[in-house]
C-alpha cells in the first residue's frame, strides 16, 4: 500500500474511534503510539438501598504500553462504591466515594475491567435522584482530563 492509501487508513480508523469518544460514557485519547479508552457502563436505574454494579474498562488499542496507568473514579451522592474486583494484573481500592485502580502497565491492543458493587440510597421521602460516575484514566503521556467518562444512574425510590 502506498504512503497515501496507509494515510487515508490511518485517519479513518482515527475518526471512526473518534466517533465512540461523543458518547458520554465512554472516551478515547492518543499519545506516543497508544491509543487509549475509558468506558463507564452503569444501569439507567437503581432501587434505593439495592447494590447494583458499574463496570470500568480501560483498553489500549495503540502499538505502544501505556505505563503507570490509573483510573480515578468518583461517585456523586448518593451513590457510595461498596466492593470492587479488579482485572488479573491491576488492583483497586476504595476511599470514601472514590476508586481508584491501579493499571500498572497497560499492554498495546489490550484491555482490562474493573467491577464496582454500588450503593445508591435516597433520603426519606426523597424522590428520585440522578447521580454521575466519573472516571478519569492518566498514565505515561496521558495527562489529567485528556481520557474522562462518565455515566449517570437514576436512584429510585
Known amino acids: 500500500m502506498n504512503k497515501l492509501g496507509t494515510l487515508r487508513l490511518g485517519i479513518t ?3 471512526a474511534l473518534g466517533g465512540t469518544a461523543c458518547n458520554d460514557d465512554d472516551d478515547v485519547t492518543g499519545s506516543r503510539g497508544s491509543l487509549a479508552s475509558i468506558d463507564v457502563d452503569a444501569p439507567s436505574f437503581a432501587q ?3 447494590e447494583f454494579g458499574v463496570e470500568i474498562e480501560a483498553a489500549n488499542v495503540g502499538l505502544s504500553n501505556i505505563r503507570t496507568g490509573r483510573v480515578a473514579i468518583t461517585f456523586e451522592s448518593p ?4 466492593a470492587v474486583d479488579a482485572s488479573a494484573g491491576t488492583s483497586a481500592s476504595i476511599s470514601g466515594s472514590s476508586v481508584t485502580w491501579d493499571l500498572n502497565t ?3 491492543n489490550t ?5 464496582v458493587r454500588v450503593l445508591g440510597t435516597l433520603a426519606p421521602g426523597e424522590n428520585s435522584r440522578s447521580a454521575r460516575i466519573r472516571a478519569e484514566l492518566t498514565g505515561q503521556g496521558i495527562s489529567a482530563g485528556d481520557a ?10
Not at 79 to 82: D, E, T
Not at 111 to 115: E, F, K, T, Y
Open 79 to 82: 451513590l457510595v462504591p461498596a
Open 13 to 15: 480508523v482515527l475518526l
Open 106 to 108: 497497560l499492554d498495546a
Open 111 to 115: 484491555r482490562s475491567r474493573l467491577q
Open 48 to 50: 434505593s438501598g439495592v
Open 148 to 157: 474522562v467518562a462518565t455515566d449517570f444512574v437514576t436512584i429510585t425510590p
